[in-house]
Structure formats: structure tokens, C-alpha cells
């Protein structure tokens, strides 16, 4: 895996991710946008192009890649399908893209999705905010990574990374990258 596969702690709530990818542009957006397009690699779930727009994430993590390695007990939940709720903050095709993420009894966080052209590839940014916590900056830093290499492998034409082991790695690469220090 390459170095700058990685996502880094940008601020103290804050992780962001950078990868480019095959182009045109307008493919790689539709990745983004279309239900069936990302349910290949994050999840599936009809969303309004509109600020304000509220929308649901069906996640199947386990049926993202023909492997079916289960996760550990400690993610068995995120196993079976669950639903997520989400509200568009901004939306400018084909360049940027804005959603809340979670919720519930806290405030949300924020995903923003960045799209610009570099040549024939796609350079994508993806940074997360409000991430409230180091465990919590962890297991998204590595969710984001692991949806973001299936992403690549689809938009290539490869098989995807196996979802659970992979997820399972990362944390504990991410647990070193990204945790404050204790005193």
C-alpha cells in the first residue's frame, strides 16, 4: 500500500484523503451521486442533488467484494445491513459535493467530497470533520480508506480489496498514524 494512500489528521477533528482516479470526471461523480454506482463501494441509497436534501445509506459492508471474511466480534453489528441518515449540504456537479454523516445524540460531522480534473484521471479529496474523539477519528479514517481502495478497484476494473480484513488492518495502522498522544 502506498504511503500516500493514507489519510491524515489535517486538524484535530478533521481527516482527509486524496487519490487519483480514471476519469472522465463525470464518471467518477457518478460514483458519488447514483445509487447503484456507489453501492459498489460505500452504499446504496437515493439522494436529491440539492442542498437540504435528506437521504438514507444502505450499507452491506460484507457484500462489497467477493471475499466474505466476517469482521471480529467488536464490528458484528456493522456486518448486517443498517441504514444511515444524511442531509445534503452542497452540491456542484461535478466538482463538489457536501453531506452530514451520523447524528442521532450528537451533532453531526461533515463529509466533503472534491473532484477536479488531472489530465485523464480525477483527482478526488475527501475530508471529514467534527470527528469528535481519537477512536472515533480512527475507525472512520480507516472505513474511509478501505470504501476508498473498493472505489478505486471498481472504477479500474480490478477486484476489490477484501472489505472486513482490510477495515481490520487499517484501524490498527490508524490507531499509530493518528492518535494523540496520551500524557
Given at each position: 500500500?502506498?504511503?500516500?494512500?493514507?489519510?491524515?489528521?489535517i486538524?484535530?477533528?478533521?481527516?482527509?484523503?486524496?487519490?487519483?482516479?480514471?476519469?472522465?470526471?463525470?464518471?467518477?461523480?457518478?460514483?458519488?451521486?447514483?445509487?447503484?454506482?456507489?453501492?459498489?463501494?460505500?452504499?446504496?441509497?437515493?439522494m436529491?442533488?440539492?442542498?437540504?436534501?435528506?437521504?438514507?445509506?444502505?450499507?452491506?459492508?460484507?457484500?462489497?467484494t467477493?471475499?466474505?471474511?466476517?469482521?471480529?466480534?467488536?464490528?458484528?453489528?456493522?456486518?448486517?445491513?443498517?441504514t444511515?441518515?444524511?442531509?445534503v449540504?452542497?452540491?456542484?456537479?461535478p466538482?463538489?459535493l457536501?453531506?452530514?454523516?451520523?447524528?442521532?445524540?450528537?451533532?453531526?460531522?461533515?463529509?466533503?467530497?472534491?473532484?477536479?480534473?488531472?489530465?485523464?484521471?480525477?483527482?478526488?479529496?475527501?475530508?471529514?470533520?467534527?470527528?469528535?474523539?481519537?477512536?472515533?477519528?480512527?475507525?472512520?479514517?480507516?472505513?474511509?480508506?478501505?470504501?476508498?481502495?473498493?472505489?478505486?478497484?471498481?472504477?479500474?476494473?480490478?477486484?476489490?480489496?477484501?472489505?472486513?480484513?482490510?477495515?481490520e488492518?487499517?484501524?490498527?495502522?490508524?490507531?499509530?498514524?493518528?492518535?494523540?498522544?496520551?500524557?
Amino acid at each position: 500500500m502506498d504511503d500516500s494512500d493514507y489519510g491524515e489528521k489535517i486538524a484535530e477533528e478533521s481527516i482527509r484523503f486524496e487519490r487519483l482516479l480514471p476519469g472522465p470526471i463525470e464518471r467518477v461523480w457518478a460514483y458519488f451521486t447514483e445509487s447503484d454506482k456507489r453501492g459498489l463501494w460505500l452504499a446504496p441509497g437515493t439522494m436529491e442533488l440539492r442542498r437540504g436534501a435528506s437521504f438514507s445509506l444502505h450499507f452491506h459492508n460484507s457484500e462489497l467484494t467477493p471475499d466474505r471474511t466476517p469482521p471480529s466480534e467488536r464490528f458484528r453489528q456493522y456486518d448486517r445491513n443498517f441504514t444511515t441518515q444524511h442531509q445534503v449540504l452542497r452540491c456542484e456537479p461535478p466538482h463538489l459535493l457536501v453531506w452530514t454523516w451520523g447524528g442521532g445524540n450528537e451533532a453531526p460531522s461533515q463529509v466533503t467530497f472534491e473532484l477536479s480534473e488531472a489530465g485523464d484521471q480525477v483527482r478526488l479529496v475527501v475530508t471529514h470533520r467534527r470527528l469528535a474523539d481519537d477512536d472515533t477519528r480512527v475507525t472512520v479514517a480507516s472505513g474511509w480508506h478501505t470504501h476508498l481502495s473498493i472505489l478505486e478497484n471498481v472504477l479500474q476494473g480490478e477486484r476489490p480489496v477484501p472489505f472486513w480484513p482490510t477495515f481490520e488492518n487499517l484501524e490498527e495502522e490508524y490507531r499509530c498514524r493518528i492518535t494523540s498522544p496520551r500524557s
